[in-house]
């Protein structure tokens, strides 16, 4: 059995679904580009995110993302190249929940705009932290390293205390942070809904040191895991993780 299509996260429909030649003459062959390839070139082509970045906004693998944008840019140069009318509707898609806040914060906010000539941009990062390293559980981290970035560099960073926090519990304690992107290890689905609903992007799945990390999102090649999971040897809670430690479970 085919595995199932996964749906992509699509911030809002465009303004203007159809573009086409002004010279008046009727024309009746057209292209369709769904809305996620719209997206896609929306992401990519204006707010000048990475193929990565792009993966982690609409919830994608990078090679679906691959795959999409090469079929958006084929739809475009067909319509430019032939005069063909260009219409925009469609898709194996999911609206952002979180669009007013969320998405377009993101994308403003974005590692890729921050190379904007002429503007100056500020993004906050949390990192589940222990002794330099990523914490592997999120739900149970007991520190975060909160790094203040500016056009792109960091300019400082503090590590903080969760003072007992939990799960769904510490998205708002970064959002009392204003952190804006998360960088962690494994990740249970509610938490995962929680960040999205605090405006939180996720970058999850990642191992080793902190502050290379963090280097390595900036710089736009960060190695994650945009379907991040925690697996508990198959056991079923609620898309959360337990009570119990890290050393009892693999986070992935």
Request: hydrophobic share 30%.
């Given at each position: ?25 009727p ?31 609409m ?15 084929e739809?475009?140069?067909d ?16 609206l952002?929940?979180a ?9 403003t906010?974005?590692?890729?705009a ?34 203040d ?82 697996d ?7 898309g ?13």
């Amino acid at each position: 059995m085919p595995r199932p299509c996964k749906r992509r996260r699509v911030c809002g429909a465009p303004g203007c679904e159809r573009f086409g030649p002004m010279d008046g003459t009727p024309r009746t062959e057209g292209i369709t580009m769904t809305l996620d390839e719209y997206e896609c070139i929306r992401l990519m082509d204006l707010e000048h995110l990475t193929q990565e970045q792009c993966a982690a906004q609409m919830k994608v693998a990078r090679t679906t993302v691959q795959a999409i944008y090469s079929s958006a840019r084929e739809k475009l140069a067909d319509c430019l190249v032939r005069g063909k009318e260009l219409r925009i509707a469609g898709g194996n898609y999911v609206l952002c929940e979180a669009r007013a806040s969320c998405c377009h914060s993101h994308c403003t906010g974005s590692v890729g705009a921050l190379e904007r000539k002429g503007e100056q941009k500020t993004m906050k990062i949390g990192v589940t932290y222990e002794n330099g390293q990523i914490f592997q559980h999120f739900g149970h981290t007991e520190q975060f390293k909160v790094y203040d970035v500016q056009d792109g560099k960091v300019v400082s960073s503090a590590v903080v205390d969760t003072n007992g926090n939990g799960h769904g519990a510490l998205a708002g304690f970064l959002k009392e942070y204003q952190v804006d992107t998360l960088i962690c290890g494994g990740i249970g689905a509610g938490a995962q809904n929680a960040l999205a609903a605090a405006g939180i992007r996720l970058y999850g799945g990642v191992s080793g040191d902190a502050d290379a990390a963090v280097d390595a999102l900036l710089k736009g090649n960060l190695d994650y895991n945009p379907d991040v999971r925690c697996d508990h040897h198959g056991e079923h809670h609620g898309g959360e993780c337990g009570s119990h430690g890290c050393g009892e479970h693999t986070c992935g």
